[in-house]
């Protein structure tokens, strides 16, 4: 006879259903949950996205991505078999590619074209996974539109066959390579600077004609656009001339860099007239770097933006303290409206003017300046810049003082002298007249 169970032990059972009763409830959630992600996934996806049997190929859902490409509505899709989303022509390989999916469980991004309901077709990329549904197996396949990739791709192409039609009317050396250096198409201008016809070139590779350190440079600028698929600019020397080189990427279907081309410009006379430049450059700066007068450059705003060595050795200052700043401090604050004024004057009719104010030098000395300030302006006549050269006129201004002295002492004797003259003709004047007087009062 089967015992009966205590009240304990019913009491334990009944405690061990509610838990599995709890954790077949979370499962539950769970798994609502997980759909619930998936659903929100498939439908908000931009690509079209459709779940098939894997044995049948029976369409068994699709998204809103879907009937928008396909221009038909959820009901019409739903039922299709999979071959029936593309033309006819493409049904084999249609099939040649659900059954590697099914095979590999997985499909990577293939081309191929659809069929919309108006007739017309448009090309997608698929690529599909085999994934578990609720314990079965199904075929989850995304369509991507590519119509505007192959639109952009068709327009490149354009351009690249627009661009071959100039390719050998252009002056400077062009030459385009494939992915082992050898040489597609060459034009006149290379076979000009390498002495050789466009036949001889052609099928060869670049580096038998151009060697050295400047074709192991080439060599590797041209690896650098291939493995990145950027252009690249660099400059490089041979038999004495200088050349500008870009070297830049054509793209395959693929996106992948098929060829380099090369375009050359000479670039000899441009390279040496800079260096001439910069050798002037060079004289000029030592000439005003060693001048004794004062040389600046400042803003409408005040800041300095050039000074010389003269300058900072004779406001006791470092380049670096005084280019960027204002040089009203350098200057006492009773000067400024004179000097605010004067610059004012400045224009293109009377673009330089000459002006003397103190400045405060060396250890807080005041000391006396004369200044060539002339404005340099823009296309619209409005002053840029201004550019000064000072010298010191304190002792000449001493001198100056002295001299005037000197000058006014000189006019005071000469008038002394004169009055004493006169004096002395007056009083023989009238010597002579009481002489005269007291010889007729004698007779």
């Known amino acids: 006879m089967k015992r009966k169970p205590t009240y304990e032990e019913l ?18 959630e769970a798994l609502r949950e997980s759909e619930e992600r998936f659903r929100a996934i498939f439908e908000g996806s931009l690509d079209a996205v459709f779940l098939a049997d894997p044995e049948s190929g029976i369409i068994l859902d699709a998204n809103p991505a879907a009937s928008e490409l396909f221009s038909r509505p959820y009901e019409q899709i739903v039922g299709l078999h999979y071959t029936q989303l593309h033309p006819s022509r493409f049904t084999e390989y249609a099939k040649e590619t659900f059954a590697e999916a099914i095979r590999d469980r997985q499909l990577h991004p293939v081309e191929i074209q659809i069929l919309r309901s108006d007739g017309s077709e448009r090309p997608v990329e698929i690529s599909a996974q085999l994934i578990q549904i609720g314990g079965d197996p199904v075929c989850y396949g995304i369509f991507r539109d590519i119509t505007q990739r192959k639109q952009a791709q068709a327009a490149l192409q354009d351009r690249l066959e627009t661009w071959q039609v100039f390719f050998n009317a252009i002056q400077d050396v062009a030459v385009m390579l494939d992915r082992n250096g050898y040489v597609i198409e060459a034009n006149s201008a290379l076979a000009r600077q390498l002495g050789r016809s466009v036949d001889e070139i052609v099928g060869r590779r670049l580096r038998d004609f151009i060697s050295g350190e400047v074709g192991k ?14 252009a690249v600019r660099f400059e490089d020397e041979r038999n004495g001339k200088w050349f500008d080189n870009i070297m830049s990427p ?11 081309v090369i375009i050359a410009r000479d670039i000899t006379v441009n390279k040496r007239t800079v260096e001439a430049l910069e050798a002037s450059e060079k004289r000029y700066r030592a000439v005003v770097e060693n001048q004794t007068e004062l040389i600046t450059r400042f803003l409408p705003d005040g800041r300095l933006t050039f000074v010389n060595d003269a300058v900072c050795r004779y406001f006791g200052k470092h380049s670096a303290d005084l280019v960027g700043s204002g040089y009203m401090p350098l200057i006492p604050e009773e000067d400024h409206k004179k000097l605010e004024d004067h610059l004012a004057s400045i224009s293109r009719e009377t673009p330089a003017v000459t002006i003397e104010h103190r400045v405060i030098a060396l250890d807080g000395q005041v000391r006396w300046m004369q200044w060539t300030n002339q404005g340099i302006f823009d296309e619209h ?62 007779g």
Do not use: P, W
Not at 223 to 229: A, E
């Open 381 to 442: 006549g409005h002053i840029v810049e201004y550019q000064c050269v000072g010298r010191d006129v304190t002792e000449l201004r001493q001198m100056e003082r002295e001299l005037a002295k000197v000058e006014k002492l000189e006019s005071l004797g000469i008038l002394a002298g004169g009055i004493a003259h006169d004096f002395n003709n007056i009083l023989t004047a009238i010597l002579a007249n009481l002489s005269e007087d007291m010889g007729r009062s004698s």
């Open 11 to 28: 009491e334990q059972r009944v405690n061990e259903l509610e838990e599995e009763t709890l954790e077949l409830q979370q499962a539950k």
């Open 217 to 230: 440079l080439r060599q590797s600028y041209g690896d650098r656009v291939i493995h990145s698929g950027e």
């Open 250 to 260: 054509v793209f395959d279907a693929q996106r992948k860099v098929a060829k380099v």
